[in-house]
């Protein structure tokens, strides 16, 4: 899950706030001013908001905060941002001294954050500054944790197989469509990789990125929440792992080598665009980035199914939550209510952190959207119908995730060059993950 999702995602952000002012409300805001006070008489309020991304995510976001700002002028919203490799390190320096900012982007990691009561409860400003009615109940249900709402989702994703369609006309095939198996998926990677020839490659490897997926599909989970435990033993992933050794052997998985010096996460490098791998694992909103750099035509298709179907539905791709010391709890519900609710802040932030987490956003959107946006579109609302049919639990990265991503990579390169086979691998990397766990929860 990205990034990750990819893992997921995982893996993506956004933010903003506000207190009572003039101009056009925000869309969906509850009656009230914020801060009580009266006409008039605002108090000026300073928020401190901070995400991770480009300088591209980092323009439309402050775009946004100005035109926050228009509409409440007694606030003044300050925006930080940092790479996402260096995102987290810095929040928890600054939670750790507390100076974290007012609002601040969380993605599956949020479960840590709840955990450690760093997160401002929600729930008294639901109908009030904060409007979560036109929101889908899948995410208000993910950023309600332990029974306290404590994350509200700024975009919404659903991972899905990226198919280079030129790729696949080169070698004379169909591309694929939604309902396959994962025998299907090895059999077509290998027949690309046969057909295009050397330097070719049917797909990208995500043993990592996929695993939780192939868990879930077979009734486990990564992370068991409600119990504080993993949801997995060794056995239940050791077929996931056997499943991409024997692809590796057939020939139709980009390479070891490959896959560190083009890895799939650096789109610039990705083998997608460059069009020499016809397939991989990433999020919806991801799909726009990936086509700006190709001009092969790129599509979205539904992972393959297993025993209890794709077990990929509409999921969170990243969100805000307030800090619990911050001295506006008002203004910070009221910023997320303008992320989530305002017509002007669709407008400007876009897909970048996935989809609307709004029906009536996810209209406007859709109505102005190009041809690849569409397709983003049209692919998570299957993805929307098909969980509703076969849904699955919400899941979160298991505390100490970053560890665990790592070590997860780590024992994929080592079965990838030799250096362990498969049940060795495997074994030590779930004695790894519990210790992970253990130190973590």
Not at 317 to 322: A, F, T
């Amino acid at each position: 899950m990205k990034k990750r999702y990819g893992f997921m995602a995982l893996a993506m952000l956004a933010g903003t706030l506000s207190a009572c002012g003039g101009g056009t409300g925000d869309q969906g805001t509850a009656a009230g001013t914020s801060g009580g006070t009266e006409q008039g008489k605002t108090e000026a309020v300073e928020l401190r908001i901070m995400w991770w991304g480009d300088q591209k995510r980092a323009d439309r976001t402050n775009e946004a905060l100005r035109k926050f700002e228009e509409k409440h002028p007694n606030v003044k919203v300050i925006g930080e941002f940092a790479p996402s490799s260096g995102y987290f390190d810095k929040l928890n320096t600054q939670l750790a001294s507390g100076t974290a900012p007012d609002v601040f982007f969380l993605g599956g990691n949020v479960v840590d954050y709840a955990n450690k009561g760093v997160l401002l409860e929600l729930e008294p400003y639901v109908g009030k500054e904060l409007n979560l009615s036109d929101m889908d109940k899948g995410m208000i249900d993910y950023g309600t944790i332990k029974g306290k709402l404590q994350h509200i989702s700024a975009g919404a994703n659903a991972r899905g197989i990226v198919v280079n369609t030129e790729l696949f006309k080169k070698a004379g095939m169909e591309v694929p469509k939604d309902g396959w198996t994962w025998d299907d998926y090895a059999r077509i990677s290998k027949e690309l990789a046969e057909k295009l020839g050397k330097g070719y490659y049917g797909t990208y490897d995500f043993t990592v990125d996929g695993m939780d997926i192939f868990l879930k599909q077979r009734g486990k989970q990564l992370y068991d929440m409600e119990n504080n435990a993993l949801g997995f033993e060794a056995k239940d992933i050791e077929e996931w792992f056997q499943y991409w050794e024997r692809m590796h052997k057939e020939g139709g998985v980009v390479t070891p080598e490959q896959q560190v010096s083009n890895p799939p996460a650096d789109t610039s490098k990705s083998l997608i665009v460059t069009g020499r791998a016809a397939m991989g694992l990433i999020s919806s909103n991801q799909l726009v980035a990936h086509q700006n750099l190709t001009k092969d035509a790129l599509t979205l298709v539904q992972l393959p199914r297993g025993p209890k179907g794709t077990a990929v539905i509409f999921e969170s791709s990243q969100g805000l939550s307030g800090y619990a010391k911050t001295k506006h709890p008002k203004e910070v519900a009221q910023l997320m209510n303008f992320f989530i609710n305002d017509p002007d802040a669709a407008k400007i932030l876009g897909n970048d952190r996935g989809v609307p987490v709004t029906a009536a956003m996810r209209d406007l959107l859709k109505k102005e959207a190009n041809p690849v946006e569409q397709i983003i579109y049209d692919y998570t609302s299957r993805v929307s119908e098909a969980g509703k049919k076969e849904p699955v639990k919400v899941s979160y990265n298991l505390p100490g995730f970053t560890e665990f991503s790592k070590l997860a990579e780590t024992t994929v390169q080592e079965i990838g060059f030799g250096k362990k086979d498969v049940q060795k691998g495997v074994e030590d990397f779930y004695n790894g993950t519990v210790k992970i766990f253990n130190n973590n929860k």
